[in-house]
């Protein structure tokens, strides 16, 4: 069986794995590249594994890296959640990570781990670069009135102004990208993902029941703001929100964040804005009474010559308006 395979298998154990690590999600936003997995097996049995590190290989010109897919927060080395690891077992298996990466004969490694994984530390004493940043959640939703009374003051306000709108579920994948194309442009903003790339990973997701587009709607149907919503066993995540500048101040954006908490209520499942390192973006998110929690990029340069080989790509293939 390849690594693959193994993993595939695997995760069907793993209750609480992100939804950013399942195989069919990594299909989704890989399509057309290339995506693998290292695995940590237990003393070397080949049939049990202890860890997991599924990555996105890139190549171009004469470079091999590895990144984020799109949209995908969470990546990195997944422990098994059924083990509990002495902190010599933790050291070997980021040991061994590292030993196979370096084979990989990189240029560059990027990845985001989980929030709470002890691993980012242990890259650190290996020579890789480990930077904090931040996601916004609410984990107990429980008492959804009590939510509502931890949001502040201004999301209040906006939501006394949308008394008019509501919440709708019927527009497709296809008409979500149209809506957040448009609204984009008329901020003269570009959006950063493909039509092809939503309509492969909105139709994985639908398959397996783990996504639902919401709209916030004037009484004539229509839209005002919108967001792909998707959720694993333990969280759901704002995955991509988007909202008409026309009506920025009719109060759908804060609306909209509150049907979202209801439909993760009814899921089970809790909260997550899914982060953002912007300031005026978290500065919306703590608006709602949510908490901060930290995680962890790990990174490293192989070849330091990568650094301006893509700076010089990007600076040639900009385009300005």
Known sequence: MTNKEIYTGWVKTQDRLPVFMQPWWLDAVCAGKEWDVILVFADNSQTEVMAAMPFLLRKKWWMRWITMPQQTQIGGLWLDEKREFSPDELTSICQQIADRLTEFKLDYYYQQFPVGSPCPELFKSLGFKVKERTTYRIDDLSNLDKVIDDFSKNKKRQLQKALSLHAETKITAEEFYTLHQSWLAAQKKKISYSREFLLVLEQKLRKNHQSQILTICNPDHEPYAAALLCWDKVRMYYLIPCFNPEFKES???????????????????????????????????????????????????????????????????RKYN
């Open 251 to 317: 109060g759908a954006s804060a609306l909209l964040v509150l049907e979202a908490l209801k439909l993760a209520r009814e899921k089970g499942v809790a909260f997550d804005f899914e982060g953002s390192m912007i300031r005026s973006v978290a500065q919306h998110y703590k608006q709602f009474g949510s908490t901060p929690a930290t995680y962890y990029s790990v990174e490293k340069y192989y070849n330091w010559t990568f650094r301006f080989a893509m700076a010089w790509n990007w600076l040639t293939t």
